[in-house]
């Protein structure tokens, strides 16, 4: 659980300083960069920061999908968050 939450807050690292702590179980992985928490059974959509995957269709796609779902999938995780981005995801 350690290596994950690291792995997790690596992604996070270049935040800005009004950043957030959230925990939640990670219920959907949506492709390999975002996947799906859930807070307080509220579904929240997350994008792993500096972290670019090919998209679902695209050359190694599924590839990508199934090694973050391998990772963090039915996994309680914290995210560090800076905000909302412009596809409405943290």
Known sequence: MRSLT???????????A????????VVAIIDG???TLLVDRQKIR????E????ERG???GSR???AL???VFQKDVQVVTGGYDRYDRI
């Open 69 to 71: 779902t391998d990772k």
């Open 46 to 49: 997350v994008r792993l920061i």
């Open 18 to 25: 009004q950043a957030e702590t959230i925990y939640g179980r």
């Open 6 to 16: 690291a792995l997790v807050l690596l992604c996070f690292l270049a935040l800005p």
């Open 51 to 54: 972290i670019d995957t090919p």
């Open 33 to 35: 960069d975002t996947l």
């Open 58 to 60: 695209q050359d190694w």
């Open 64 to 66: 990508a999908r199934q």
